[in-house]
């Protein structure tokens, strides 16, 4: 059109635009959303490219206002009456008031479409917006338009929001809200790019999520109550950071939360003895103070499906650690019918060596107790059977029920024993501790006497 530098006075054009474009930053902020909600279907286009971040940018700059007051008046704003301030900030409606102010645009942008939502959210990042309150607009943007929208729009959205949550600081999203869109997510058959930083990030923090959290029913053409797939890769995910970047404390947590999705996945029939191992060897060593939970687990699955093979049952007793059960649980592993006999022989001789190391303890003792099986059994090279070899050959003739019979007869009354010596010994051990306090009492009261007499 000619209407450049070249021509001077009211019909240049490009001197218009130009203008225009410098007072887009005075506009108010209902005149930014209208222009933002008319131009964005025309996003492809290179020039509105440049109206709609120069709109968004301004839109953006007021938004870290929001921690007092709204920036103008908005008719969606729960605030657009007036702004209430509370003297005492520590009250509860003080709190709500000032979440109040740092939401109040949430609903104002919820007009626009997912690419707008893109760039709005890199501006915010780029200014340094608060992670948390981006975090808290992409999961109430999710919900709001989830109710409103196609089925094939439905997926765009929450792909949009998984991919923008991504790239936020993880510890600034909630891992509840998380579980929700994965709910969510498993139903749209979203893109696997999208799902696997939707994993990840749920992987990361699954110390905070609880057992609720994790039965998400399987997906249609699986037969498992559960979907117990997708919690072996939150898991491996949550291990893939290392485990020496994880503390002792969030290991210990997911191993918890661990034995007990275990105890609700075992009675479901169709649950394969090769998945519920996987469960249970999932987790280190270390992230289990105590075995109890899990055997409680494991007998219950043994339990319920009855034709396992005694192969099939060693398999899965191989994953416990019989040093850290309880005394009363190997009692009843040798009590339990239903476990392999080597299970109950394993579980006595840990309590005879921990019964031991009590009334002899060294420096340089060696533990026997872990597991019967070899790592090549169960696919875990990092367990090894370390038991001597006279227990190896004992433990090869328990395959006769008369033997059977015999030995569970004979090893409870050694577990009687057991208990009792135990018994003798802690109270030795109280008795030796009064011993040791008395003379150091007698001892001090000598020394005393000679300076009160001088």
Not at 68 to 83: F, L, R
Not at 309 to 335: A, D, F, G, P, R
């Amino acid at each position: 059109m000619e209407m450049n530098n070249s021509v001077t006075g009211t019909h240049n054009l490009l001197e218009k635009s130009e203008k225009s474009f410098e007072e887009i930053r005075f506009w108010t902020w209902s005149e930014l959303l209208m222009a933002l909600k008319q131009c964005q279907d025309l996003l492809p286009a290179a020039n509105s490219l440049s109206l709609l971040e120069k709109c968004l940018d301004t839109l953006v700059a007021r938004l870290p206002l929001t921690s007092e007051a709204s920036p103008c008046p908005s008719t969606s704003s729960p605030d657009s009456s007036g702004i209430r301030f509370s003297c005492d900030t520590r009250s509860t409606e003080s709190l709500k008031t000032s979440s109040s102010r740092a939401t109040w645009w949430f609903e104002d942008l919820l007009v626009l479409g997912p690419n707008l939502v893109e760039m709005l959210v890199k501006s915010m990042i780029s200014r340094k917006l608060d992670h948390v309150i981006i975090s808290r607009f992409l999961f109430y943007y999710q919900k709001s338009k989830f109710y409103t929208v196609k089925s094939d729009a439905k997926r765009t959205f929450v792909e949009t929001v998984i991919d923008m949550l991504y790239i936020l600081d993880q510890s600034c999203v909630s891992c509840k809200s998380l579980f929700g869109i994965l709910r969510v997510a498993l139903n749209l058959n979203i893109k696997k790019s999208s799902r696997n930083k939707l994993e990840s990030m749920i992987g990361s923090q699954l110390d905070q999520a609880i057992l609720d959290n994790l039965l998400v029913p399987s997906p249609r053409g699986i037969n498992y109550l559960y979907d117990v797939n997708l919690v072996l890769r939150l898991l491996k995910s949550f291990l893939s950071g290392g485990i020496c970047q994880a503390s002792p404390t969030r290991l210990r947590r997911v191993a918890a939360l661990v034995d007990l999705y275990m105890a609700e996945v075992a009675p479901d029939p169709c649950l394969k003895p090769s998945k519920f191992v996987a469960l249970a060897m999932v987790m280190p060593d270390s992230a289990r103070d105590s075995y109890d939970e899990l055997y409680h687990a494991m007998d219950l699955y043994i339990e319920v499906h009855a034709g396992l093979s005694e192969e099939e049952k060693m398999k899965i007793c191989c994953v416990l650690n019989y040093e850290k059960l309880s005394s009363q649980t190997c009692i009843h592993i040798s009590q339990n019918k239903k476990f392999p006999s080597k299970a109950a022989v394993q579980a006595l001789v840990s309590q005879q060596l921990k019964l031991k190391s009590l009334l002899h303890p060294t420096n340089n003792s060696k533990s026997y107790a872990d597991s019967p099986c070899s790592a090549a059994e169960v696919g875990n090279a990092g367990r090894k059977f370390d038991a001597n070899e006279q227990l190896v050959l004992y433990t090869g003739k328990l395959d006769l029920a008369a033997d059977n019979l015999k030995l569970r007869a004979h090893l409870q009354g050694m577990q009687c024993r057991v208990m009792e010596l135990e018994k003798l010994c802690k109270k030795l051990q109280t008795q030796m501790a009064t011993f040791r306090k008395s003379r150091v009492s007698s001892h001090s009261h000598a020394r005393s006497v000679p300076k009160l007499c001088s």
